[in-house]
């Protein structure tokens, strides 16, 4: 059965760590500067390292959107502003612009390039084009339907990512001028005020009927084709949402996880009442459907009467906020110190699943206790805090220590040596 990628929005810290431990396979986010969502929270440089490190810890990926129109002075700062995230092993940017292509694919030779949607592709000439300008994604025109989403793949070759949930754009593949011309807002450099919301009147026969959404189309739910979308050949399913709440991200993306999940283990999707309620509840419009998949225009794609959004349910938010959203995911592990007087204090850390991923490191040596020895109990106090780290003790027993004779070794030093030991373990885990 064909694997697929589960790819999940982020516009905060919480709704990055929310999509990770609701299973998203890869998050697409922004730094601060270039990303077509510029009212999100977005990312500094120091968070999207910590969420780099995190997200390989559980082997997933980030993209990084640089989804944007860049100014040609803007250009020269790309590079730069690029670089560490690059250096933390980034695994994918989303470009527009092609001028950005053309610069990431000079400087940065290795890393993939994945073509945003807003590049309008909407056949094998323009995928096959990109290709040899260097990318190795597409994300197709949003308004192709599956058929031809299916001979793209067939022709093409390339590994395609289509949206599967969420907001939907009026205009051609969010390529949307109209906030700019309103109110000076470019959707183009992330700023669209989202003129298509607003409500209007149609004027016919030089008569002004009542005010009514013309331009506000129904968000997408496709969880009930999800096996249409996977035979189809399509190798990321994308939410959409980088501007909305955590629950939101977290909650839609288990949803799916599920059902991918169950379609992968069985070859069919049978969707619960329940859950279709639930997804309705999460931060979308008072109606949906299921995008251009097999639709080609129509008023049945508008929310012509409101496009407000449907009441959510608090409790279902509570809910989901508690299951995962308040903790991050962390890795069980075991750990032990080993100390002995005359040689170097050791403690070796291990995945608790998996004891063939350890690291060991080593300290100062062990000196020979001249009055009270070092206990046991004390040790273990300090292996046990692993705090902020990525990892967690199931079990008290999971924390251990080796003591030859009576010793002294300074708390302050077995801390750091905890602490070597667990960013070691980490580069392990990263590297497997």
Known sequence: MQQVELLSPAGNAESFYGAINAGADAVYLAGDRFGARAYADNFSTDELRKCLQYAHLFHKKIYLTVNTLLKEEELDTLPAFLRPYVEEGLDGVIVQDLGVLRCIRETFPELPLHASTQMSVTGAYGAKLLKKMGASRIVPARELSLDEIRELKRESGMELETFIHGAMCYSYSGQCLFSSILGGRSGNRGRCAQPCRLPYRIIHDGKAGAECYPLSLKDMCTVSILPELIGAGIDSLKIEGRMKKPEYVAGVTAYYRRYIDQYLETGKVSVSKKDMENLSHLYVRTELGTGYYHEKNGKSMITLCSPAYAASDEKLLENI??????????IPVQIKAFLSAGKPAGVWICD???PDCFAFVEGDVVEQAK??????????KQLSKLGESSFCLEKEEDATVEIEGAVFYSLKSLNELRRRAVSALEEVIRNA
């Open 321 to 330: 906020r508690n299951e995962f959203i308040s903790d991050k995911k962390r």
């Open 352 to 354: 608790a699943s998996d």
């Open 371 to 380: 009055s009270a020895p070092l206990a046991k109990e004390s040790v273990i």
